[in-house]
């Protein structure tokens, strides 16, 4: 049975809705009018016999939805930070200039990290986001640990739009040890772990977001030294400072694209 993202639960306890990656009224408040959806011709089958049949899909992975969080997270804690969000992320969106305080850009990075976790969700699984971490950012407000977000200005792109690498890593084997009956041990295999993790971009007008997370401090750190945009944007979690927007240097789409690929992710059809 579907459970809720971030509070775990699931019906009848509570009822599961619908969840936009990102929230209908941003994208119609501060988005340039864009094709919402495309048709997509595909082949079905009935009785032995192909048709073609055309469907209406979305065209941004922004316009998707999925029924993994439950009515009561969606319409409480996740509304009000979307709600207390916004007031920061409009101004940065139309490039106005202003002050970014440090409060602010926590709340920023606390959004970037829900939105984050919830386009994770879109993929296929492996899901890479860990239920202590979601169950960290709804108890706390705050992003978890062993998760970075940075921002940038970026040229203005005329749809939302994101793009979300999925990683492995193994991680040192552990001896699986076996004892008889005269007290003896030996290793009888190795058992390796695995550590999962994701580089996730989201690109809104001019404003850029990148968030690295991972289950374990060694995969967010490699993650963090191998991304490392800090010459070109501006570090908002951990320890959120005050910054002045726009922020140079501004940033391409193919350079953004070009950051979050230092990944090496997992190979997937759905890095789009």
Known sequence: MKKCLFCGRSAPE????????LRRELVNQVLWEAPKSRTEVVRRYADGVPTEVSREIPQSILDQTLKDVCGECNNGWMNDLENRAEKTLV???????????????????????KTAMVRARVDADPYTV??????????????????TVWVATCDPHPSARTRHYRLVRELPGTPILQTDEDGETWMVGVETPYSLGHVTTIVINHIELF?????????????????????TATRLWP???????????????DEIDDIGSLAQPIPTANNR
């Open 91 to 113: 101004p940065l969106l139309r490039s106005e200039q202003v002050v970014v305080t440090s409060g602010d850009a926590e709340v920023l990075a606390t959004w970037a990290a």
């Open 14 to 21: 509570v009822k599961m809705t619908g969840e936009h990656v």
């Open 239 to 253: 320890a959120p400072n005050q910054f002045h927007w726009p922020l140079p240097p501004v940033l391409t789409p």
């Open 130 to 147: 860990p239920e202590e971490h979601r169950t960290h950012l709804m108890n706390t407000r705050t992003p978890p640990p062993n998760l």
């Open 211 to 231: 968030i690295a997370e991972a289950d374990s401090e060694a995969l967010h750190t490699e993650l963090v030294t191998t991304l490392d945009p800090t010459s």
